[in-house]
């Protein structure tokens, strides 16, 4: 057979967004011959763990709206037209009065994502194009084949399956430490189910962002009710025989997210992103690193010089640590729920006005810009990326719903939810019997030991270790690598390790800082020891790359990925940019 008329094997391990997004980009793309098998864990396509029952309930819902979905098979606004009526009834949705900037019940999404996998694999049947769906499978394990240029995947249940490529499309992942050991000790708040717990006394959470958000509004449900008065004010009432009931959020700076508003962008400035000749020519010049104060410069400060010429005078002299400075002083000068309250009137007037906050949209628009070409940064520019730049962002951008926003604000001012700054030497104690206990020091510099019978962290999906890594026999054949990256000061590094850093190491080559996953090149192929990228594995499971991708937006990630893979797989090499010809990775 020619090259043109080989078939291509692919596996995409996982059903869920990354899983969606890769093969629409399959269907789409130029060539057509592939035979695509997708392997999907539970019973459904699309929805992943956040669009479904492990992730949501019907109050959940989304922090983005239809205008800021890239694309898949059709937008919401016209697939609302035909959705199930049962469907629309639930979610109290009229497609005539369908409104594409609103957000959406997560739930109700997961479904629209289900029906556009479907639409694809129709289209896929129309082109020709061999599709396998393999539901209820779990992959195993996989092993590379570099001498028969083959993937071998092991599914339960099933005798090994050979594929030219494997992409790597599973999701969120909570380890379970101490959940069902000790009762009423949640390392997550998912599956949301598990929260259905009537209490009469105080719930310990760990975190003030998103997801723990999504469990107050869970708990909340079960030991109360949400009313709207007269006034238009939403209000709680708790219900009598759960008086002792409320929540305690802790987070290291007392500060909740910032709330969802108007977006001039509704794409976030992708296309302001800087480009692969600018990266390499900025690594050149600085001793084969990216330097972070650049990428700030270009994909910040400077997008202020038309559009807010006297925020730019502000800000052009500061550093990323005055400015994150200058912006946390704000934020922590006043009380939490009282700022919360302001930005939450701030952002009606946003949205009704159709007027953006600007600084923190381009904050937002950073954080993109930032997280593909972070690999090259230094190891000194990757911990004041975590330590200085990130605290802020993930405040800013978390784009908290309306509707989550009223109900927090209904819980405050019943009485019922709190927010304590618990700072970066605090301690989740499990409990001997339930629960756990949280010790931390408190703003007036007294110790606190707090116990809670119910104890749920909240912190979000955490970035994997390498040793985490699902597919055992890609570490023993040392197919993948552990990220690391290195330091541009010998002695910072040297001084690092000596005072005891467990996460900086030394190589022929000079210090290093681990990041948690896997390392992998701007194609997301793995990458192993010697450096050498895989031709054959791909992987856009955010869990395990989140070293080389510290911050990780969800649709917009699968995108963006999903572009980078269809190309290398199209051209059949390796795809490295100018700046990974010249930095490879620490051996």
């Known amino acids: 057979m020619s090259k043109n008329t080989t078939k291509k094997r692919i596996a995409i391990l996982g059903g869920g967004p990354s899983g969606l997004f890769m093969f629409k980009r399959l269907i789409e793309s130029g060539p057509k011959n592939y035979e695509i098998e997708i392997f999907e864990r539970k019973g459904h396509l699309g929805m992943g763990m956040p669009y479904s029952a492990e992730g949501a309930n019907d109050e959940h819902i989304t922090n983005v709206s239809d205008n800021e979905i890239p694309k898949i098979f059709n937008n919401i606004e016209d697939w609302v037209k035909v959705a199930p009526k049962s469907l629309l009834k639930r979610f109290n949705i009229n497609p005539e009065k369908f409104n594409e900037y609103k957000v959406l019940p997560r739930l109700f999404f997961g479904e629209y994502l289900s029906a556009q996998f479907d639409l694809l694999i129709k289209r896929a049947d129309q082109e020709g194009i061999s599709v396998k769906i393999n539901l209820h499978s779990n992959v195993l394990d996989m092993i590379d084949l570099p001498g028969k240029g083959k993937v071998k995947i092991k599914v339960e249940g099933r005798e090994d399956i050979f594929f030219d490529f494997a992409i790597i499309c599973i999701g969120h992942n909570w380890p ?117 104060d650049y990428v700030f410069d270009k994909n910040f400060k400077e997008m202020f010089v038309q559009k807010e010429p006297a925020f730019y005078k502000q800000i052009k002299n500061m550093s990323i640590e005055t400015f994150v ?118 703003e007036e510099g007294v110790e606190v030991d707090k116990h809670f019978k119910t104890f749920i962290d909240c912190t979000g999906q955490p970035h994997l270790s390498f040793n985490e890594f699902p597919f055992q026999r890609l570490i023993d054949r040392k197919t993948i690598s552990e990220a690391r990256i290195k330091f541009h000061s010998a002695h910072i590094g040297k001084k690092e390790m000596e005072q005891g850093n467990e996460n900086v190491g030394k190589t022929e080559k000079g210090y290093y800082l681990k990041v948690p996953g896997i390392t992998i090149n701007d194609a997301f192929q793995v990458v192993d020891e010697k450096g050498h990228a895989n031709k054959r594995i791909y992987i856009m499971a955010v869990p395990y790359i989140g070293g080389y991708n510290p911050d990780y937006s969800g649709i917009d990630f699968c995108e963006a990925a999903s572009e980078l893979i269809i190309d290398a797989i199209n051209k059949g090499n390796l795809v490295e940019t100018e700046a990974q010809l010249k930095v490879k990775p620490v051996k």
Not at 360 to 375: D, G, H, I, T, W
Request: hydrophobic share 40%; net charge negative; glycine share 6%.
């Open 325 to 442: 400075d200058a912006m946390m002083d704000l934020r922590e000068k006043e009380d939490s729920f009282e700022l919360f309250k302001k930005e939450y009137e701030e952002a009606e007037q946003s949205i009704k006005k159709r007027e953006s906050v600007y600084w923190k949209e381009m904050l937002a628009v950073l954080s993109f810009a930032m997280n593909y070409p972070a690999k090259y940064f230094s190891a000194e520019d990757m911990q004041r990326l975590q330590q200085v730049l990130m605290p802020l962002i993930s405040i800013v951008i978390a784009f908290v719903p309306q509707s989550s926003c009223r109900e927090i604000m209904a819980l405050y001012d019943a009485g019922l939810l709190k927010l304590i700054a618990v700072g970066d030497d605090s301690k989740v104690v499990p409990g001997t019997k339930e629960g756990a206990t949280y010790a931390y020091t408190n």
């Open 176 to 292: 379970k430490n101490y959940e069902d050991k000790i009762p009423h000790y949640f390392d997550s708040p998912y599956p949301p189910k598990k929260l259905a717990l009537k209490l009469n006394h105080e719930v310990g959470i760990k975190g003030a962002a998103l997801t723990a958000i999504d469990a107050v509004r869970t708990l909340a449900r079960y030991n109360g009710n949400f009313y709207e008065g007269n006034d238009g004010k939403l209000y709680y009432k708790i219900n009598p025989e759960h008086e002792g009931f409320g929540i305690v959020m802790h987070s290291r700076n007392g500060l909740l997210p910032a709330i969802r508003f108007h977006l001039e962008d509704s794409h976030l400035g992708k296309d302001a992103t800087l480009s692969k000749e600018e990266i390499a020519q900025n690594i050149e010049e600085n001793d084969g690193f990216l330097s972070l």
